[in-house]
Nanobody, 116 residues
Framework: VQLQASGGGTVQAGGSLRLSCAAS????????WGWYRQAPGKQREFVAD???????NYADSVKGRFTISRDNAKNSVYLQMSSLKPEDTAVYYC???????????WGQGTLVTVSS
């Protein structure tokens, strides 16, 4: 099973980016998706997740600015990021879990840089 994240880049403060992550190589569909991030010199932290039923959860620091969504037909998850701040600069990782997998799977990360 592989997770491929994309969509990172450099944007000015106040701008927007949309991250995508797709799962491939599995006959099992993804149950839960999550996005995490790791800023330079800091530990990885939770950003948002979404259940198989579409219930979402967000870190307080991104509530109202980020939106997580999923496309089950494409085995993909998205993170729409708006009103970006310099403190959002980090490598963003997607994670997925499935009833058919042993443990969660992680993508390779995509870098988001927000300039002031």
């Amino acid at each position: 099973v592989q997770l491929q994240a994309s969509g990172g880049g450099t944007v000015q403060a106040g701008g927007s980016l949309r991250l995508s992550c797709a799962a491939s190589g599995s006959i099992f569909s993804v149950d839960g998706w999550g996005w995490y991030r790791q800023a330079p010199g800091k530990q990885r932290e939770f950003v948002a997740d979404i259940t198989s039923g579409g219930m979402t959860n967000y870190a307080d620091s991104v509530k109202g600015r980020f939106t997580i969504s999923r496309d089950n037909a494409k085995n993909s998850v998205y993170l729409q990021m708006s009103s970006l701040k310099p403190e959002d600069t980090a490598v963003y990782y997607c994670a997925a879990s499935s009833h058919g997998w042993l443990g969660s799977k992680w993508g390779q990360g995509t870098l988001v840089t927000v300039s002031s």
